[in-house]
């Protein structure tokens, strides 16, 4: 979903580095979110933010920062990054309760 | 959120109706289902929701049985291009509009 952009799609970096992965959208959503997926497994939810001044953790926050610089921006941040890290991670956002509409994901890999 | 229980997979011939089946038997009487499709890495793509009511759009019908207690996507005439992860997911009716995902069913189409 064009909407929902994600970058960078694809990342290589080692053990210590500090990550951002950026999630913009044009569909003027108050609400974002991002989730990790492991292999063979579901999404699960790292951080959400209901507006510009409200953030919440999910259930793997450990590890991961997070900030919404503009309604329209949600980014992702690993301080001090680590090889359990290495996923694909996804921006979505929502409206209210309506349906979350999700970026096409960054491929993080971490040496 | 109630838990949800998927088969880990099934195949469909193309051009006959796939029934993919969902048990909630925890689900409370303000969480919704939704369902949502992930084709090969990309990001989710919602499909379908409903609260107690079966519902149909132009991807899919949902079939929600009257105790509530399992539900049946129903995507009436299946292509190949319909090979994806399957979630089923209860969502919380309340504030959060949260998704937890479980590890859906993987739908082979087959021509």
């Known amino acids: 979903d064009a909407d929902v952009t994600q970058t960078p799609r694809n990342r290589i970096t080692k053990t210590g580095k500090r990550i951002m992965l950026e999630c913009s959208q044009t569909?003027?959503?108050?609400?974002m979110y991002w989730y990790r997926q492991d292999p063979g497994l579901g999404l699960r939810l790292i951080y959400y933010?209901?507006?510009?001044?409200?953030?919440n953790k999910g259930e793997i926050s450990d590890g991961y920062s997070v900030s919404r610089q503009a309604q329209a921006k949600f980014s992702l941040s690993l301080e001090s990054a680590i090889p359990n890290q290495t996923a694909l991670y996804f921006c979505?956002?929502?409206?209210?309760?309506?349906?979350?509409?999700f970026g096409d994901g960054t491929r993080l890999s971490i040496l | 959120d109630a838990k949800t229980t998927q088969p880990p997979s099934m195949d469909c011939a193309e051009g006959r109706a796939a029934n993919l089946p969902c048990n909630h038997s925890?689900?409370?009487?303000?969480?919704?289902v939704y369902w949502y499709r992930q084709i090969h890495s990309q990001g989710p793509q919602y499909i379908i929701h409903?609260?107690?009511n079966n519902e149909t759009n132009e991807m899919a019908s949902l079939i929600i049985t009257e105790d509530r207690k399992s539900s049946t996507l129903i995507l009436p005439h299946a292509t190949l291009r319909d090979t994806a992860v399957y979630y089923c997911?209860?969502?919380?009716?309340?504030?959060?509009?949260?998704?937890?995902f479980g590890t859906g069913t993987l739908l082979a189409v087959q021509p």
């Open positions: 979505a956002t929502s409206t209210g309760y309506q349906p979350q509409h």
């Open positions: 569909k003027g959503h108050d609400r």
């Open positions: 933010s209901f507006d510009v001044k409200d953030i």
């Open positions: 925890t689900i409370s009487g303000n969480e919704y």
């Open positions: 409903g609260l107690k």
């Open positions: 997911i209860v969502r919380d009716g309340g504030a959060t509009n949260k998704l937890i």
